[in-house]
Nanobody, 118 residues
Framework: QVQLVESGGGLVQPGGSLRLSCQAS????????MSWYRQAPGKERELVAT????????NYADSVKGRFTISRDNAKNTLYLQMTSLKPEDAAVYYC???????????WGQGTQVTVSS
């Protein structure tokens, strides 16, 4: 199995920055693509960004392109999301997601709250 623990969320003013981290443990050598999702109150969970196993390719939701950067450090088994120029509409619970070559189902973290408010 794989366990994912997010951290780094908090309250930030509009225009500010935050860096989220997702620490993976377990059979981390089986991890392939990893992603960040978010879910705001009353809305469906949406994909924010995805990164391949080696970090060689990334994809972003249109709403965060140019502002968010996803990265991973496989030596540390950690996924990151650098968020800049934050907007109130970025406020949500952010979830780490990982796919594994051993398991059919995705793995999820418990989420970390990001609040953007003045």
């Amino acid at each position: 199995q794989v366990q994912l623990v997010e951290s780094g969320g908090g309250l930030v003013q509009p225009g500010g920055s935050l860096r989220l981290s997702c620490q993976a443990s377990g059979v981390t050598f089986t991890l392939t693509a990893m992603s960040w999702y978010r879910q705001a109150p009353g809305k469906e969970r949406e994909l924010v960004a995805t990164i391949t196993s080696t970090g060689g390719s990334t994809n972003y939701a249109d709403s965060v392109k140019g502002r968010f950067t996803i990265s991973r450090d496989n030596a540390k088994n950690t996924l990151y999301l650098q968020m800049t120029s934050l907007k109130p509409e970025d406020a949500a619970v952010y979830y780490c997601n990982a796919k594994s070559s051993w398991y059919a189902a995705d793995f999820w973290g418990q989420g970390t709250q990001v609040t953007v408010s003045s």
